[in-house]
């Protein structure tokens, strides 16, 4: 079986032909390069305006790299046409499998991003004989693609964490979407004051605040204010873990003015070990 019919089986694209596959040497070790070209009388996209043009003339070959076979790293090679757009002037074409400057092609990227998501960025270069940064990037572009493409209707519910980071007291405000059907991570900003967190709602915009009905958060008073103004009509959940904490400060509290240990000990010891919960 030829290396083209695969590509042409799993990775095909309108108006491009693969023309042939082989050997080359590539820094020291055998790889595979795949010729393309585009399909006879097929004209290019605009890279600007995506509107199909005609042809201007040819950048020098190109390659991209695709995904690895069996130990062979594998490239595309491809010249890309510049078009003569109306709109645009004389531009690249647009190229279905890879994007701007990147050399690598969006599959590949696409695999090094997945495997990033289990493993660290290192351990993913050294199992794909690639850099670091090749990684790196990789995983940018995902994250890139996937802001620009993510909607930010229907939430109902989110929650709001910080995190300490680094030495001294650094933190990272994170915002989640935990309604039941989707929990995912919205958006993080730098410190926990509540200049941070406002930064949040001035993203979803004012109409999109008002729909949410739960927010979910810790005590930490630059939140609660937050949620107050621009939040109000939500319902506030205070989390378990911090109503437990001012829980046993008020008990302590009690403790110290009454000499009533037996109950408040059975309490506490209760919630300590877990045999009570709070839902
Ligand atoms: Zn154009």
């Not at 042809?55 to 078009?83: N, S």
């Not at 647009?94 to 695999?111: D, N, Q, R, S, V």
């Not at 680094?166 to 994170?174: R, V």
Request: charge should be positive; hydrophobic fraction near 40%.
């Amino acid at each position: 079986m030829l290396l083209t019919t695969i590509l042409n089986q799993c990775y095909r694209f309108k108006g491009f032909v693969y023309v042939q596959a082989k050997f080359v040497r590539h820094l020291g070790q055998q790889a595979i390069e795949v010729r393309v070209r585009p399909r006879m009388r097929s004209r290019a996209l605009c890279s600007g305006c995506g509107v199909r043009c005609a042809g201007y003339d040819h950048l020098p070959e190109r390659r991209f790299e695709f995904i690895p076979l069996w130990g062979f790293p594998v490239f595309l090679v491809y010249a890309r046409r510049r078009v003569d757009c109306a709109g645009c002037g004389i531009v690249a074409e647009e190229i279905p499998w890879a994007e701007g400057k990147h050399h690598l092609t969006k599959a590949y990227m696409l695999l090094l991003s997945r495997w990033a998501r289990k493993l660290s960025w290192r351990e993913v270069s050294r199992a794909y004989h690639t850099s670091w940064e090749q990684v790196y990037h990789a995983v940018e572009w995902v994250v890139q693609w996937g802001l620009e493409h993510r909607s930010l209707e229907g939430i109902k519910a989110i929650g709001v964490d910080e995190i300490q980071y680094s030495k001294g007291h650094k933190y990272l405000t994170l915002v989640y979407q935990i309604d039941a059907g989707q929990v995912r991570l919205l958006w993080t900003g730098r410190e926990r004051t509540m200049k941070t967190f406002s930064q949040f709602f001035d993203l979803l915009g004012q109409e999109r605040s008002l729909q949410i009905d739960f927010v979910c958060s810790d005590m930490w008073k630059p939140y609660l204010r937050v949620i107050r103004e621009r939040c109000s009509q939500a319902l506030h959940i205070l989390d378990r873990f911090h109503i437990v904490a001012k829980m046993n400060d008020a008990l302590n509290k009690v403790r110290a003015q009454v000499s009533m240990p037996t109950v408040i000990d059975v309490v506490m010891f209760r919630l300590f070990d877990g045999s009570w919960r709070l839902t």
